[in-house]
């Protein structure tokens, strides 16, 4: 092994730096990478199995799911990653810092990979740590308090420490564009082990193309409801479904109940408080009854027609135009309490 370079008995580069966005995307489908693998073992706060397993087995496609904020946030997060890695260099004069040769991937099960931001060797060119880039708004700070880091961080530094072989994980954090947080993890072995563990079972289901088990997420919602269907087709369910569709129409009217009693509490709050602001109960500060900053705005659809006709750039301006999704709607006859299936 020469210097400078990650054991090539280890991992390979699968797919170099630099290649285009649509190659990079198709070879994301062929494995578990740093950024996956919480989502994979269900311990992610942005995503779960069921959309992992949608997008690996391409029935989603990835670009679907970006709104113009995400692309955003990808485009600045991606421009940001030199400066804090310089920054981290600057910090830390014992290493030399190089960027990731593109997608590693273990020798013995390619399926395990990574994409490292930055690596970090020692003076005699061995590995000393995997550099991790991440930047955040002023909502996320409090998630990098203190030695804390999220779980689902963690869980990407192990797994690219077990495909790269480095002892440690540096992650250099830009939080509200001012704030430099640097966080030092250490390789835990034992929760590389049940990564993998965790990480193959879910791999399976990839490959043999087997569904995890549906969620009841709303971004999952927000998923299926923009996968292919063909218009007037129909498909024949079981007859089991019918009670699920009855506990459904349970669960409706226990919902529909349950926010009845909680709207009555807010009334007779809104009430209580009547020409004041703030409620408080003894020292505490239980509520606020007050208006807005920002007043409501609401737009006529006949005049968003007449402006994309008569000011088209005008309506391109202002306008976000999504594809329409498709919507679950039950029969009537399945919607009342009335019906019920044993």
Known sequence: MT?????????????????PEDVWLAERLKGIGGSDIAQAIGIAKWGTPFQLWMLKTGRIDPEELLDDDARRRFHWGHKLEPVLVSEFAERHPEYGVTPGAGTYARVEAEWQRV??????????????????????????????????????????CQWAMWVTGAPRTYICAL??????????IER????????????AEFWQKVV??????????DDTSSMLAITRYEPGSTVELGLEWLKDIAHRVELVEQIKDLTEKKQQIDNRMRVAIGDAETAWVGEDKVATFKASSKPTRKVDPELLDILSED????????VTEKPASRRL???NSTTTPERNHE
């Open 311 to 318: 000011f088209p750039e005008v309506y391109a301006a202002v």
């Open 115 to 156: 994409n490292v931001d930055s690596l970090a060797w020692n003076s005699d060119g061995s590995l000393a740590a995997v550099i991790e880039a991440k930047t955040a708004n002023h909502r996320a700070l409090s998630d990098w308090n203190g030695e804390e880091v999220p779980v689902s961080y963690v869980a990407q």
């Open 3 to 19: 210097p400078y370079q990650i054991d090539p008995n280890l991992a390979r580069v699968v797919l170099p730096a630099g290649a």
């Open 175 to 184: 939080v509200d564009t001012h704030t430099y947080i640097e966080k030092d």
């Open 329 to 331: 709607t039950y029969a």
């Open 208 to 217: 043999d193309d087997v569904m995890p088990e549906v969620d009841g997420n």
């Open 188 to 199: 835990d072995d034992d929760m590389i082990g049940d990564l993998l563990e965790l990480g």
